[in-house]
């Protein structure tokens, strides 16, 4: 990853600033400037859209080979994280022990460290997504209990759950 | 504000403490000191930041609570000061990172702040002076720190990492609190410093504890008292800058707080010292229970050295920015996730690891 292009994606690495289709209500992370479902009819009504940075675990893996720059973390937990507003992330899972995350873990976007290139280079930051907090867990858990979502699929964004990498 | 018309306060704060604790039994058994080293500093465990978290991801963190709390639009922030000891860059601002991360700016003024563990109290001052001479709308003041001892020393058992957020403003109905007063005593006076370049900071023995922070922070009370008439007792909460669990209360004594006025502002006992965020953090921690009309008097301390002293009155408007399940300072202080020496060590680059090492 240049320098550039880092730059240029602070906004959705920083604060999960996606991107939604005017056309069919589609919610696209990372954004996209056409929407996959409408192509031509999108252009020039594709917005921004700010997503709330809360979702649920869909599926995770617990890594030991770290990455590159993660040595200080294994084990540490990689996971796909649905959002509230039906896109889905890769994202790191932090504040957790690797072993008490399980699918459907309520969790929120935080912004952390994600590398850096050495120690003179520049310094990368991002989301990742931790446990939701004390404070608001047991209300945001109730919830989606009383009134869990239709399905992982929100009805106006059949193409903006699609898994897609980071 | 004294002196005029115009008045200023504090619109929103956020808090964020790393989860991670070190106890400071397990620091003294690692460097064979006296198993009562934290009891002797009132300092039971301190917070340690992950790997991945650092000035800029902590004052985001502290700063999005600030924004979620009033729910405040990031577009009406025109000043970011971020007052840190160890920013992540040399060259850089951190304000630039929080900025982005809020969806502030790009008209924004931008500096960081740097004096010891007051350089965000400073950045507060700073914040209220463009407020209240309308250069800006609201001001965003941050002190957050990931500080660190050398191995072995003192300072092993306090340095800890935190943020705190500060909003400040000039519209009364959005204030939780309005400033009434602020005063700073400041001298040349080498009580503790770091070079360029150098990871672990210096003391002048001779210096700490009486002519630097007692004399210091005694001095700016003093001057809050007799510039507005007031008394200890005209104060329901004192908070003071801590570099450990006692200072404060002795500082307290010294100009004649009882104990219990000190008692809910103080957090070094459970997270250490904070440097810039700490007195910002037991700000915090005071405005998440105090109610209106409550008066708060505020003293940070920098060395080198410098105390910013706040005379504050709880608004109205408190109730407003309460139970938006927004995490309450407590929250985050309340951690049972300890670390071991060795991890600890790993965690801060206190031991050589071929790359992806913490600052
Ligand atoms: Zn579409």
Redesign the pocket.
Known sequence: MTVPRFWREQPQRYRLLGAE?N??G?IYFPPRTV?P??RRE?IGKMVQRQLSGRGTVLAHTVVHQPADGFELQVPYVMAIVELEEGCRVMAQVVDVVPGSVGTGLPVEMTFRRIREDGRNGVIYYGYKFRPMRHTTLDKRVANSIASPKPSSTPPRSPAGSRPRRS | MKGGQSRVGIVSYGAYVPRLRIKAEEIARVWGHDAHMGDALNIQQKSVPSPDEDVATMSVEAARIAVERAGIAARRIGAIFVGSESHPYAVKPTGTIVAEALGAGPFVQMADFEFACKAGTAAVQACMGLAVSKLVDLGLAIGADTSQGAPGDALEYSASAGAAAIVVGREPSEFCAEINYTTSYTTDTPDFWRREGQKYPSHGERFTGTPAFFKHVAAAGERVFSEMGTTPEDYDYAVFHQPNGKFPKMVGKKLGFRDEQVALGLLAPRIGNTYSAAVLLGLANVLDAAKPGDRIFVAGYGSGAGSDAFDLTVSPGIAKIRGRGVPTVEDFVRSDEFLDDATYAKYRGKIQVPSGGAT
Do not use: T
């Open positions: 289709c056309n069919c589609g929407c479902e409408c999108s």
